[in-house]
């Protein structure tokens, strides 16, 4: 992927062209937010968090790490994770799109560590 640039962004900031393939990555729709203002090319749902995971986790900052521990194991064995690699290997950027309020403490973060990792 050393070409390849990977990102997160929330999907409540300003699309740009540098975002390349945009891709969200969350289960839900996020909230007041129409298609066209998403502007994206992919919703890819199942490499979400499981909705029982979401739930259990439900962005409590004192339990990300066994958050991330949990949703890194479900990725091991998710098939949609090579479908978003094809993705990334097929595009010079690809944008993580989600809608969690914060920037580092969210799924997005983990997936873009998880895919780095497996290059």
């Known amino acids: 992927m050393s070409a390849h ?4 962004k929330r999907v409540y900031d300003e699309p740009a062209p540098a975002d390349g393939y945009r891709v969200l990555v969350d ?3 996020p909230r007041g937010v129409t298609k066209e203002r998403a502007d994206l090319d992919l919703w890819l749902k199942d490499v979400a968090p499981s909705p029982d995971l979401r739930k259990r986790w439900h962005h409590d900052k004192d339990r990300f790490a066994e958050f991330t521990d949990a949703y890194r ?6 098939p949609a994770v090579d479908k978003l690699r094809k993705i990334i290997r097929e595009n010079a950027a ?3 799109i989600f809608a969690a309020h914060d920037p580092e403490v969210n799924h997005a973060a983990v997936l873009r560590d998880f895919l780095e990792r497996g290059k």
């Open 27 to 29: 289960r839900l729709w």
């Open 94 to 96: 690809t944008t993580l």
């Open 73 to 78: 194991l479900e990725l091991e064995t998710n």
């Open 5 to 8: 640039e990977l990102r997160i």
